[in-house]
């Protein structure tokens, strides 16, 4: 699988998780005690980094 398409995988899933999140009422950013935010965060730099 090429690297470009893993990105866009992830960038889906950070989107579908994203938008779950604030579906729920709440925003997963302010999250921080929340595991799930630290890998959404983790996430956020990788995509940064696929995007540049």
Do not use: P, W
């Not at 779950?20 to 950013?29: D, I, T």
């Amino acid at each position: 699988m090429s690297l470009q398409r893993v990105c866009k995988l992830q960038a889906a899933s950070y989107k579908l998780q994203t938008a779950s999140c604030k579906l729920r009422g709440y925003n997963c950013h302010l999250r921080h005690a929340d595991s799930r935010s630290e890998e959404l965060f983790h996430m956020t730099i990788e995509l940064s980094q696929c995007l540049t």
